[in-house]
């Protein structure tokens, strides 16, 4: 996913959705961009990363489906992130036959190894932290960029960031003293 480069404005979501509701393919294609990180740390949160990648097209064509059922035009990323939280998840045995991950050629398989560690401690924190985290370490946004599309404030944001941090350094054993020494000259 790719970091969005404009804060949607609320009027914006609002004349896109209307627009979308009408038919509008270039519409929902905004609606899309702007709201894709979203879904996808949503989806990141509870799945593997090529199943959060099916899945956040998925996502995507349920709302297009049921934009009539929106009753906000101007709600539409709050709207699309429950129906994110709501997809339902293959079986396992379904599971089984997605690929665990889409390899990036240039990671080491440290690296990769590494990722899926920070990403599996990232999945077992709360929601509001994980979902938060998610948008700012892994779709790159800034705390403006996750207000604007979570409708949280900046001070919620701040405030999830800093606790969601502090208990992702617990969950991967990172001390202070480690940080501390990290930082040092």
């Not at 709050?78 to 709501?86: D, L």
């Not at 089984?96 to 190894?113: F, G, K, L, N, S």
């Not at 207000?147 to 941090?165: D, E, P």
Request: aromatic fraction near 6%; charge should be neutral; proline fraction near 6%.
């Amino acid at each position: 996913m790719q970091p969005t480069t404009a804060k949607p404005v609320a009027f914006d979501v609002a004349l896109w959705t209307r627009a979308a509701r009408r038919g509008s393919q270039q519409a929902f294609a905004e609606l899309y961009t702007r709201f894709a990180p979203l879904v996808h740390a949503i989806l990141l949160g509870r799945t593997r990363p090529a199943l959060a990648d099916e899945l956040t097209q998925e996502c995507f064509a349920l709302a297009f489906a049921r934009l009539d059922q929106l009753r906000e035009d101007g709600r539409f990323g709050a709207w699309i992130a429950v129906i994110a939280r709501r997809i339902e998840l293959p079986s396992r045995e379904a599971l089984a036959e997605v690929p665990e991950e889409i390899p990036d050629p240039q990671a080491t398989p440290e690296q990769r190894a590494e990722a899926a560690r920070v990403l599996g401690a990232i999945s077992s924190l709360p929601e509001a932290y994980r979902e938060t985290l998610m948008l700012r370490l892994v779709e790159g946004l800034g705390g403006a960029e996750i207000a604007a599309l979570t409708g949280l404030g900046a001070g919620s944001v701040r405030v999830n960031l800093h606790r969601g941090m502090r208990l992702l350094r617990a969950a991967l054993g990172i001390t202070e003293d480690a940080i501390a020494k990290e930082t040092s000259p």
